[in-house]
């Protein structure tokens, strides 16, 4: 089955130290998307990539890494520069939009990230 | 800027009941709008998007959202609410059809009793 596989499921990180969340898709997606979603706010975007080897920031990006060596992978480092990193973080994937077509984004099942 | 406004943290319908989730978007220029749906610890599923075509649009799951522009909203409704409707629902906006420019409301939280 074509999706999104994003792991580990619960993450916990210490003081001081950086933690990576991986992410991949098998739907040939060229753009992935990585958000963050706390209580009562919603989601928000930290980084997103359209093509390998090139990757953007979102609204939220101080204290997150990405790279994007290959289409089907786009892991998250969430630094120790990150103060408030308890929250869960969702994957996705789209195609790119061309004219009036609509970019549909494709969820995986997120990660809990919480500091001990 | 863009921006969806999500009325009502938690709504709490019987079930049968007609569902309705409210969504107001603020735009300068004509949106795509988007209602996703997020069960509990899981990632969010699109139940329906607004392109500019038909402005009543019908989703997955029996639910359906209506495009008003005159009033600058995007409410969803299900006619008879079922228990596996229990979720969180997010309304979106995009003023460009990137999804990189997404603006997700603070979400809505339904819950259905017996």
């Known amino acids: 089955d074509g999706g999104i596989t994003q792991s580990p499921k619960y993450l916990f990180r210490k003081e001081g130290q950086n933690v990576t969340l991986s992410c991949e898709q098998n739907l040939n997606h060229d753009a992935m998307y990585w958000y963050r979603q706390d209580p009562g706010q919603g989601l928000r975007l930290i980084y997103y990539s359209q093509i390998v080897n090139d990757f953007q920031k979102g609204d939220i990006a101080e204290g997150y890494s990405v790279s994007r060596e290959k289409k089907e992978s786009f892991p998250l480092t969430v630094t120790s520069a990150q103060k408030n990193p308890t929250a869960f973080y969702l994957c996705?994937?789209?195609?790119?939009?061309?004219?009036?077509?609509?970019?549909?984004?494709?969820f995986g099942s997120g990660t809990q990230l919480s500091v001990l | 800027a863009q921006s969806v406004t999500q009325l009502g943290s938690h709504v709490s319908v019987s079930e049968g009941a007609l569902v309705l989730l409210r969504c107001n978007y603020s735009s300068s220029v004509p949106p795509y709008l988007f209602w996703y749906v997020q069960y509990p610890n899981q990632g969010l599923q699109l139940l329906l998007k607004y392109t500019s075509a038909a402005t009543l649009v019908k989703g997955i799951n029996g639910f359906e959202a209506e495009f008003k522009k005159s009033e600058t909203s995007f409410h969803l409704t299900k006619p008879s609410a079922h228990m596996s409707d229990a979720a969180e629902y997010f309304c979106?906006?995009?003023?460009?059809?990137?999804?990189?420019?997404?603006?997700f409301g603070t979400g809505t939280r339904l819950q259905v009793t017996l």
């Open positions: 979106a906006v995009t003023f460009t059809g990137t999804a990189s420019k997404l603006t």
């Open positions: 996705a994937s789209s195609i790119l939009g061309q004219g009036d077509k609509v970019e549909k984004l494709f």
